[in-house]
């Protein structure tokens, strides 16, 4: 949407162009991240993955830049763990 002359008009899609919605839905988050609806939850409610509550029911949506952020920090945080946990050397058989 567009707005004009203080009224937002609606912005006509591009036909065969995708774009992706900014915000999504907790399920939508879950399938990205290959786990369960309620471990998004979890990681929303405790402050993990920022997120915001909208609409009168206050239904949960994670902006896709937060998504991206949270998955990289999550590299960095694993390659940090990998680099202070060393496989041990195992003996020859």
Do not use: C
């Not at 929303?44 to 937060?66: D, H, M, N, T, Y």
């Amino acid at each position: 949407m567009s707005a004009v002359g203080g009224k937002l008009n609606q912005t006509t899609p591009t036909p065969g162009v995708f774009v992706e919605p900014r915000f999504l839905l907790l399920s939508d988050v879950a399938t990205e991240l290959n786990v369960s609806d309620s471990q998004v939850y979890h990681m929303v409610r405790s402050g993990e993955l920022p997120a915001i509550k909208i609409g009168g029911r206050g239904q949960w949506r994670v902006e896709r830049a937060r998504l991206e952020e949270y998955i990289d920090r999550k590299y960095a945080e694993t390659a940090d763990w990998v680099r202070s946990n060393p496989l041990a050397d195992r003996d020859p058989e």
